[in-house]
């Protein structure tokens, strides 16, 4: 019987615990095509992310859907598409409060994510801005 209340508890409270909701910000992403965005969805506690994903419109689809068909890679320094650099980034956001400190061409300034992520990434900057600013609002 103790068993059966102690995994009754249990279930009661993860089934109580409250979900964070994820929020979505938007920025023009600035490429040859003025309807091309770039979308984040972000879910924050405390302040900090725990998860985010980017990504950009590209055409008809998106710079994800295409992975390695988008074609960037050799025209990486560090020999790496698109969705690779976006995911290296992703990761390093995790736990920080999604500010980007930026160089005058838009590169990050924090050696440890140029390491992974050489792209310019002021349209994205503004996109996690757009979706924190919404969850402060919340």
Known sequence: MRKLICCFLLLLCACSKEETPVITGEASA????????????????EGLITSIEIDESFEDTTKKTLG?????????????EWFEQIEYLEEKLIGTDGTLLLNEDGTAQDADIVSGCTLPLDSIAQAIQSAVEKIKEQ
Do not use: L, N
């Open 30 to 45: 600035y490429a040859m095509h003025e309807d091309e965005m770039v979308t984040v969805q972000v879910a924050m506690e």
């Open 68 to 80: 390695y068909d988008y074609g960037m890679i050799a025209a990486s320094s560090i020999q790496k």
